[in-house]
């Protein structure tokens, strides 16, 4: 059997690709070149995993909505 551990990183990792096929086909239909949707979409790749990770720091750090005080 599959562990739950095993099965969200593949879930994150095939997730995060069909975001970036997505901005590569939205980017190429809007300026007609491959170089550019290749480059928004690599820029893509690297850039939202950073500011997911910030946006969660901030969250947990700072954000109390929904969590208990102790």
């Known amino acids: 059997m599959e562990s739950n551990l095993t099965r969200h990183i593949l879930k994150t990792i ?9 901005t590569v086909i939205v980017a190429y239909f809007v300026s007609s070149s491959l170089t550019v949707a290749s480059l928004l979409g ?11 990770f910030l946006h969660e720091r901030i969250w947990y ?3 109390r909505i929904g969590k208990s005080s102790k």
């Open 42 to 52: 690599f820029g893509e790749l690297l850039l939202k995993p950073v500011i997911y």
């Open 14 to 22: 095939s997730y995060r690709l069909l975001g970036t096929l997505t």
């Open 61 to 63: 750090k700072y954000i």
